[in-house]
């Protein structure tokens, strides 16, 4: 049967038909789904981890443990995860074990883009690059294959365009679970120093059979067509190619590290030129150009960003005339839902001028106009170290002008270190922890501190108040983000304190919660006087009318009050029926 | 003018630009049209990008089919319809489209907010420009329909009626992967959105 699926769909099916039965992630754009779907398998144990580590790690106890396992993270991800990735290389697995890298070139939703292929290299861990959904479904069984046959954890490394592109897909049904029996080897699974050492040998040996085994293995594969031009590709690179070079000579690699040496040169000794096309990095084209092997690749194309069809076309000179727009088009940026809970806070911040550390979530959004109250946003969890470092450098420069913002799952994510370490280096640091109880911008998952499961079971729940304080706070104070003087009071209060304090700001996601507050708020054309001050929360239910004048979509307004709170003549009005919820 | 015609068997399959709003519905239309194709025994694929863009952002999607489709992104200059589900949705991924392609947009519009603080405006000229980039440029009030039949939610379905106008797919080809998609209770609504839209068909601004 076939069907159309996304490459994170593929995964997860391929995951399945290959009778997994264990699978952990943390949610992060774009490898989400693939958890999500394979939470679709009531036969497979799916779970969310705090983050990519535990993830890993507990994908990586499962494997020992004698079930086919897999990991899914976002590229930056396996920074997180790097620890256990690195050394899982060394200790091998029991049952098979595959590691999903979800790269973002283009950055569509990601603070840096790097090139995850030089983990596989680094960690001397084999990998494999799918290049569309089909590939994705089969090189998941493929992985797994492999890290039985020799006993290593296995990379898949997929691109924002194969996670998220649907093509079609044929289905097979699962095979039998096989369960292996675990045996104690403490020569194997205890990394002392006097066991890596050996294990280091058994690495190298496996990479040398592996790069025996990958000059014939049917995931590489010769395309002949014109000798004038051969072209080495992998991944989503391979469609874009073959898309503009339609008569070329092709080798697509889907198993990447190693690198098939032999089939390389058999390749290039028969090929006039050859051209390396790899989004990123030039991380085969280098390995080539070692081998002796003259190639062309990033001298005609980019480092920088996604690959396309037309930058393709480019480099080779096959340009497409396409049309020149010459007007100015107003840009449409994502914003904070209408009656977000995190809109409140941003304001009063902005209110008080204070020097706002971010970190990642939707609320990284008010680090765009109009609210541009956002200082930094580095990585997960960095909002709480940044404010402490910055707390120690500034002194009494920005003394209760300080804060550290973070959203409740990133908080559990990585940013009960940065507390513990706050405290305990007698800092005064300010956190506010944005807590809408769900992993939002991802588009809502659950996290340790909802009480709910990926397949939504009531579980326990993390208390961040008791978090805090077994931390060593003493002043962790609640708000509701809706009231604004109360809560510019408490921010008041709260960071003039001379010592540390966090805010936890109560208000689940109104888009996850359905929340509704009242019917939609009308405007007194009347008594607007155009100041402009409700356009400044950003709320895209705050439009203007022909005249100028502020008017409310009653589409979209969900009744959260903030604008009416910051209506200094009173022209935004609360509808006359009741509020509901 | 005739109507151009778009056949999966042409050269290079058919290339289509869905855009829109967050939350207009444009992803699940783009999916609607790739499983019709597989319906139909052609090839097919379509790429978007979820996460920040689905923020009430502008939303992209790029459907392709044809005998054989290799890249899942269209080659800009080779888009043969844009189907935009707001207008201002249609200039701003006007440069995918070639010379002799087709636009239909809705017109609703929908104001981002960086126009409410910051100087940039509107564009009031939105159907002249593109029609002086493509040949063929058609409104559609299919946000006036959607209130009609008394839901904005469909107006992903009737768009996809206007569109079918244009493709060799059958209504009966469309409805069955529509009725699959849409929640069990919308099946009606949505099947007489569909026809709506079909109805509502292609005509040129003078």
Redesign the interface.
């Known amino acids: 049967m ?3 699926m996304s490459g994170n769909e593929a995964i997860a099916r391929g995951f399945y038909e290959s009778g997994g039965l264990f699978a952990a992630a943390y949610p992060g ?2 490898s ?2 693939i958890l999500e779907n394979i939470g679709q398998y009531s036969e497979i144990q799916a779970q969310w981890a705090p983050n990519e580590k535990v993830a890993l790690e507990v994908a990586g106890g499962a494997a020992l443990g004698g079930v086919r396992s897999l990991a899914a993270m976002k590229h930056v991800g396996l920074n997180v995860a790097a620890d256990p990735f690195f050394s899982l290389s060394y200790q091998g697995v029991n049952a098979g074990l595959v590691i999903i890298s979800a790269d973002d070139p283009a950055m ?2 990601s603070q840096n883009e790097q090139d995850n292929r030089w983990f596989a290299r680094a960690a001397k861990v084999p990998m494999l690059e799918p290049s ?1 959904s089909e590939e994705a479904r089969i090189f998941t069984r493929k992985a797994l294959e492999i890290s039985e046959a020799f006993d290593t954890p296995v990379l898949l490394r997929t691109t ?2 194969i996670n ?5 897909v044929h289905l097979h049904e699962r095979e039998n679970e096989t369960r292996k029996t675990y045996a104690k080897d403490i020569s194997k699974n205890v990394l002392l120093p006097s066991n890596a050492r050996k294990k280091h040998v058994v690495v190298e040996e496996r990479m040398k059979r592996l790069a025996d085994v990958c000059n014939t293995c049917d995931m590489n594969r010769i395309e002949w067509g014109d000798k004038d031009i051969g072209v080495i590709t992998s991944g ?1 690179s ?3 190619a ?3 070079l339609r008569d070329a000579s092709f080798l697509k690699l889907g198993l990447t590290n190693p690198l098939p040496k032999k089939l390389i040169r058999e390749f290039a000794d028969k090929v006039k030129e050859i051209y390396v096309i790899e989004e990123l990095d030039p991380f085969l084209e280098e390995q080539i150009a070692a081998m002796g092997i003259d190639v062309h690749g990033k001298e005609i194309l980019p480092t920088i960003g996604e690959l ?3 930058i393709i ?1 480019d480099a080779f000179h096959k340009g ?6 010459s ?11 209408p009656g977000c809970s995190h809109r409140g806070i941003f304001f009063v911040m902005k209110k008080l001028k204070l020097t706002v550390t971010g970190d990642i979530g ?1 609320y990284t ?1 008010a680090a765009i ?2 609210l541009e109250i956002m200082d930094t946003c580095l990585c997960m969890g960095a909002s709480i170290g940044y404010a402490q470092g910055m707390e120690k450098a500034t002194g009494d420069d920005l003394k209760g002008k300080l804060i550290g913002v973070i959203g409740d799952s990133t908080f559990l994510h990585s940013g009960i270190t940065g507390l513990i370490d706050l405290v305990y280096n007698q800092s005064k640091t300010k956190i506010c922890i944005l807590d809408n109880n769900i992993t939002a ?3 809502h998952q659950e996290h340790p501190g909802t009480g709910l499961t990926l397949r939504r079971e009531a579980t326990s729940k993390v208390d961040l108040e008791a978090l805090c304080r077994a931390a060593g706070i003493q002043r962790v104070v609640r708000v509701d983000p809706y009231n604004i003087s109360e809560t510019t009071k408490v921010f008041r209060e709260e960071m003039s304190a001379d010592e540390p304090s966090v805010i936890i700001a109560d208000a689940p996601c109104v888009i996850r919660a359905r929340r509704k507050f009242s019917d939609p708020y009308w405007v007194d054309a009347e008594k607007c006087i155009m100041c ?1 001050m409700c ?2 929360v ?1 709320c ?1 239910a ?3 009318d022909e005249n100028g004048k502020t008017k409310i979509n009653a ?1 979209l307004c969900i009744g959260c009050d903030i604008c009416r709170q910051v209506c200094k003549p009173g022209a935004i009005q609360k509808p006359e029926t009741e509020t509901r919820n | 003018m005739s109507m151009p015609e778009f056949r999966a068997n042409s050269e290079e399959g058919v290339n289509i630009i869905l855009s829109g709003v967050g939350g207009q519905g444009v992803l699940l239309a783009s999916d609607i049209i790739v499983e019709v194709a597989m319906n139909n025994g052609i090839d097919a694929k379509k790429s978007e990008v979820h996460g920040m863009a689905q923020r009430g952002g502008s939303v992209i999607s790029q459907v392709r089919y044809g005998e054989k489709i290799y890249s899942p992104l269209i080659t800009e200059g080779k888009g043969d319809i844009l189907i935009a589900f707001e207008k201002l949705e249609a200039l701003r991924y006007l440069h995918f489209m070639k010379a002799d392609g087709v636009i239909i947009y809705n017109t609703q519009q929908i104001t981002p907010l960086s126009v409410y603080f910051s100087k940039m405006e509107y564009p009031g000229n939105i159907s002249e420009i593109c029609a002086e980039k493509v040949q063929h440029v058609f409104p559609v009030d299919a946000t006036v329909t959607a209130e009609t039949l008394g839901n904005l939610k469909i107006l992903n379905t009737i768009m996809m009626g206007a569109l079918s106008n244009l493709l060799e797919f059958t209504t009966e080809s469309w409805l069955d992967v529509i009725s699959n998609r849409v929640p069990k209770k919308t099946i009606e609504l949505n099947r007489n959105a569909f026809i709506s839209g079909r109805k509502l068909g292609l005509h040129e601004n003078d």
């Not at chain 1, 998220?164 to 079609?168: A, D, G, L, Q, V």
């Not at chain 1, 497409?320 to 727009?325: D, G, N, S």
């Open positions: 076939k069907t159309v754009t774009p989400t789904e569509h939703s569309d924002t365009r998220h592109s649907k093509s079609i989503i391979y469609q874009y073959k898309e503009v396309n069809p037309n076309a497409v005339k396409k049309p020149e727009i007007v100015q088009i107003p840009a449409r940026p994502p914003v904070l839902c939707c959004l106009p109009p911008m991802t588009g402009g356009h400044k950003g895209p705050i439009e203007k589409l």
